[in-house]
């Protein structure tokens, strides 16, 4: 009888080089993709979120009879800041969110664009910008 020989096949350097060089070609080609997409979806949820806003202070304003003034800002939608009798809410749950950047939304009453001005000033958390650090506002 005879034994059967089992070779083990190992890949080659050359094998390896082709296949890292691949990953590598993948990768660059993915990742800007994927970046680009993130920061799509990240704009889109943060003029998502101001028309949500918007809504939760419509309802504010359709319950008290005006919106909340600067001074008393969001925190009027979760907590009856003015002290008013006529407050109902919380109008949006569980707290007010930051923009997708982390930043907290900019809101001006009376505003220069409407009876308000809510804004997200993107990434960099600056007025102006382009791309990522451009601004997001409810009056656009």
Known sequence: MKKKCLRKRFFTLTELVVVI??????????????????????ISAA??????LGQALMDYRLEVGKYPDTSEGLRSLVENVSQSEKWKGPYIQPNVPKD????????????????YDLSSYGSDGQPSGEGENADINSWE
């Open 100 to 115: 997708p950047w982390g930043n907290e939304y900019v809101y001006i009453c009376p505003g220069e664009h409407g009876d």
């Open 47 to 52: 003029k998502t979120q101001i028309k949500l």
């Open 21 to 42: 060089v691949i990953l590598v070609i993948l990768a660059s080609v993915a990742t800007p993709l994927y970046f680009r997409h993130v920061t799509s979806a990240r």
